[in-house]
């Protein structure tokens, strides 16, 4: 029940297109829902976060989309980069429990 | 964003030494400190849970008595991996809570451990 799962496990994905990254989470306890971003060699940093009273969240070319009744949320990047070439992974937690990982998904924009 | 530090960034060591990883929260206090431990390719594992003051608080299957932990103040925890052999070569990272909720995590940047 503190699992999220994540999907897919890589994506390649063209400069300029988008990129989506799926996750689900089991226990409906959990009241915040963040993506991180990981570089090689590096630790992960927060990317974007959202709560489950709200659909969507946007920052600039990133957006979380919440389907609280499905109980799934997603990743959507938009114009995807090179740059953005990196690991992602999901995330779950609540009122500062200890925050549950997805498995993390190997995005390459290719240029 | 807050900002974590960890050192060294890299270590190399000979079995059977221990080593001591650091992790600091420069610009804001923290009162409990996680810490993870991630394979090539895979996602992060929580080893434990750090709580200044107190004893730290492990995940199952993880040796307390391997991985030493110790939260001396509001802004350092330290990992010490005790009798290292080489199946302990990893990436550990730690984290700090931070935030109204404690939910978002601020990480270090990680520490790479190879044990010869």
């Known amino acids: 029940q503190q699992q999220v799962k994540q999907s897919p496990q890589s994506l390649i994905v063209q400069k300029g297109g988008i990129s989506i990254i799926n996750c689900a989470y089991e226990?409906?306890?959990?009241?915040?829902f963040p993506w991180y971003q990981q570089f090689p060699g590096k630790g992960p940093a927060l990317l974007i976060a959202?709560?489950?009273?709200?659909s969507e969240k946007k920052e600039g070319r990133f957006t979380i989309s919440f389907n609280k009744s499905a109980k799934q949320f997603s990743l959507h990047i938009m114009d995807s980069q090179p740059g953005d070439s990196a690991t992602y992974f999901c995330?779950?937690?609540?009122?500062?429990?200890?925050?549950?990982f997805g498995a993390g998904t190997r995005l390459f924009v290719k240029a | 964003g807050a900002v974590v530090s960890q050192h060294p960034s890299r270590v190399i060591c000979k079995s059977g030494t221990s080593v001591k990883i650091e992790c600091r929260s420069l610009?804001?206090?923290?009162?409990?400190m996680f810490w993870y431990r991630q394979f090539p390719k895979q996602s992060l594992m929580l080893m434990a849970t750090?709580?200044?003051?107190?004893?730290?608080?492990?995940e199952q299957g993880v040796e307390k008595d391997k991985f030493l932990i110790n939260h001396a103040s509001l802004t350092l925890s330290t990992l010490t991996v005790t009798s290292a052999h080489p199946e302990d070569s990893s990436f550990y990272i730690c984290?700090?809570?931070?935030?109204?909720?404690?939910?978002?995590?601020?990480f270090g940047p990680g520490t790479r451990l190879l044990v010869l």
């Open positions: 984290s700090a809570p931070t935030g109204g909720n404690q939910e978002t995590q601020y």
């Open positions: 226990n409906t306890a959990f009241d915040y």
């Open positions: 959202i709560r489950p009273d709200v």
């Open positions: 995330a779950a937690t609540f009122g500062g429990f200890k925050t549950i």
């Open positions: 610009d804001f206090q923290a009162t409990t």
């Open positions: 750090s709580n200044e003051g107190s004893k730290a608080t492990y």
